[in-house]
């Protein structure tokens, strides 16, 4: 049993540790051979927190960035709106503005400490898949050879080898207007917000990294003809920044700059046969919203378990097709929120005239602004399963990090989960439905425990992903065992919890 993720970005690293967790053997190979400079990712949402979270990561990448609770736009015209991030449904109520170098490192050291070889310099430029498994031709400063793995994940970015070997579509289009990327610093400080400057030329976004260093993305009309890739000097990210934010942006530095192309564009498919795609190689957006680290990290915390159990003989048929059906839906989401948020921030004049005057007043209305903070944080989505299954009001709802008692000690939910396994808690008197899930002991977390289940459940089925599968607030124990087999597959036995 063996997968090979090819892309040692955040997406690929997170479904590497997941699966060495799992005991399945994974190794990753990265085109880069050697760590590159800073990149377009500059923050992580709640939901890609609270998954840290599980894998024991979260507190220490948190301690390594800067939360910042709130969004503050400004427009030209002096009017201005607050979009308020403190997720009372969340651990983590706000936006962690942090480098995605030090995500990177953090999942890669996770990785290297469960035996993963991450092989740099090691470049697909081919792809076969038969029955049994996929051959990848792979060149490195040694040659080229060829190496076979059961199963392949592309996560390999936006311009994704794997995709294009896969002749998978990338369906969409390119933003006409070029973003400008840069590292600045300030002559003085802006709030500890996400800070968007929006005025009539386009639109420059600011969240700071907390060290007086701030992260600038800029769409300007009045460079959108500068070829992508081409050289960006710090005077013209001071003149834009000035410009568009109306003199408030007064630039003191500049450490790092690019020019970049900005796409909506998503694959076809995330699974051609015994190959799959997850990250940037199955979507890509806009930054506007900074969800691209996130809606990744969110995909490999839905492909990993999935794969485990599939490479493991355990899964049910319909499950390991359930990841396109389910983060397709989601990327697609990700793609109109941040495709909506950029076209308000460029628009055409006649939407500008009004812009500064609309936008407020929709944020205005609580279940507009609730309904675009829990889709920028993650926390929103849902996920629709397959007809057959055995399903309560709460099947494939994002559970809450509940307090719960195990035993004699306090315990969260996210600290009892590992990722991998499905999690069940019951909290009834006689512990029937824990009796009943033993057989399935070797793939579940069986816990007995003291706590509110949410809708006065009585036990709940926890998906590795921290979605719920099932719950019942009256368990019966035959019905339990069915749910169990069309989530878990077939009883195996197993010790005891």
């Known amino acids: ?51 840290l979270d599980v894998r024991g990561l979260a507190d220490t990448l948190v301690a390594q960035g800067f939360p910042v609770p709130e969004v503050r736009v400004a427009f030209g015209d002096g009017r201005g709106l607050t979009l308020d991030m403190r997720h009372p449904e969340s651990r983590f109520p706000f936006v962690l503005v942090v480098r995605q170098g030090r995500t990177e490192a953090l999942l890669r050291q996770r990785a290297e400490r469960l035996g993963v070889p991450v ?70 400080e802006l709030p500890p917000a996400v800070n968007p400057f929006v005025g009539p030329d386009g639109v420059a976004l600011l969240p700071p990294y907390g060290d007086g260093w701030y992260r600038a993305t800029v769409w300007d009309r009045a460079r959108q003809d500068a070829p992508p890739g081409g050289p960006v000097d710090a005077e013209e990210v001071a003149e834009s920044l000035r410009r568009l934010s109306g003199g408030v942006l007064d630039v003191a530095e500049v450490r790092w700059s690019a020019r970049l192309l900005s796409e909506r564009r998503q694959a076809r498919d995330y699974r051609v046969g015994r190959v799959l795609l997850a990250g940037d190689a199955a979507h890509v957006h806009s930054p506007m919203g900074a969800m691209g680290t996130s809606t990744g990290l969110q995909d490999a915390a839905n492909l990993s378990w999935k794969l485990a159990a599939v490479e493991k003989g355990w899964a049910p048929a ?27 921030a460029v628009a055409p004049a006649p939407v500008r005239a009004v812009r500064s005057r609309v936008v407020p007043a ?62 069940l808690l019951d909290a009834s008197p006689d512990g029937a439905a ?14 007995r425990v003291r706590g509110d289940l949410p809708g006065g459940a009585q036990v709940l089925l926890v998906r590795p992903d921290g979605y719920a599968a099932w719950d019942d607030a009256h368990p019966d124990a035959e019905e339990e065992r069915t749910v169990l087999r069309q989530w878990a597959g077939a009883e195996a036995g197993g010790p005891r919890p």
């Open 434 to 447: 824990a009796e009943a899930a033993l057989p399935w002991a070797d793939r579940v977390r069986i816990l």
């Open 362 to 423: 929709l944020a205005g209305v609580h279940a507009f602004a609730d309904r675009v903070r829990l889709r920028l944080a993650g926390l929103g989505h849902s996920y629709e399963l397959p007809d057959g299954l055995t399903v309560s009001d709460t099947t494939g709802t994002r559970v809450d990090d509940l307090p719960l008692t195990v035993g004699d000690r306090p315990a969260r939910l996210y600290e009892l989960m590992d990722g991998v396994r499905f999690t």
């Open 318 to 344: 319909w499950l390991l097709d359930s990841y396109e059906a389910e983060r397709h839906r989601a990327g697609r989401a990700t793609l109109r929120l941040s495709d909506m948020i950029l076209r308000a």
């Open 119 to 188: 092989v740099r310099g090691a470049e697909v430029t081919g792809l076969a898949q038969d029955g049994d498994g996929v051959d990848l031709t792979v060149r490195t400063a040694d040659g080229e050879r060829t190496e076979r793995a059961d199963r392949v994940v592309g996560t390999d970015g936006a311009h994704s080898t794997v995709r294009e070997l896969l002749g998978v579509r990338f369906s969409g289009h390119g933003y006409d207007t070029r973003i400008l990327l840069a590292d600045v610093r300030l002559r003085r």
């Open 1 to 51: 049993m063996s997968v090979t993720i090819v892309g040692a970005g955040p997406t690929g690293l997170m479904l590497a540790g997941d699966l060495a967790e799992a005991g399945i053997d994974v190794r990753v190979l990265e085109k880069r051979a050697r760590e590159t400079g800073p990149t377009r990712g500059f923050a992580v949402h709640a939901r890609a927190l609270e998954l």
